[in-house]
Nanobody, 124 residues
Framework: RVRLVESGGGSVQSGGSLRLACAAS????????MAWFRQAPGKERQPVAA???????SYLEFVRGRFTVSLDHATKTMYQQTKSLKPEDAAMYCC??????????????????WGQGTQVTVSS
């Protein structure tokens, strides 16, 4: 059974940092793409960052330089180091997986599997 389990969310003050993790299990392919999406109350889900098993990464402009996505191939765990958090970064952060490469690595319709999410709260 395939699963994606996020962790690492929490409450921080503006300017703070968090390290989010997404642990994937039950997958067998060595070629895959993973991404972080976020959704705040009343807003649409938006992509944040993505990485594939070849190491290619992609970021939305509003997190570039503040968020860093990485991948531990051995455990198939994706990480997102977030720093300089702003109140507008507060959201439920979910990870997603596609068992393949994609030319639209930040597209929500690209992904097949989704986790339940981890909440990030940023106070000003």
């Amino acid at each position: 059974r395939v699963r994606l389990v996020e962790s690492g969310g929490g409450s921080v003050q503006s300017g703070g940092s968090l390290r989010l993790a997404c642990a994937a299990s039950g997958f067998t392919r060595t070629t895959y793409s993973m991404a972080w999406f976020r959704q705040a109350p009343g807003k649409e889900r938006q992509p944040v960052a993505a990485i594939d098993s070849a190491g290619s990464t992609s970021y939305l402009e509003f997190v570039r330089g503040r968020f860093t996505v990485s991948l531990d191939h051995a455990t198939k765990t994706m990480y997102q180091q977030t720093k300089s958090l702003k109140p507008e970064d507060a959201a439920m952060y979910c990870c997603a997986d596609l068992e393949d490469y994609s030319t639209d690595i930040l597209g929500s319709y690209t992904y097949t599997y989704w986790g339940q999410g981890t909440q990030v709260t940023v106070s000003s």
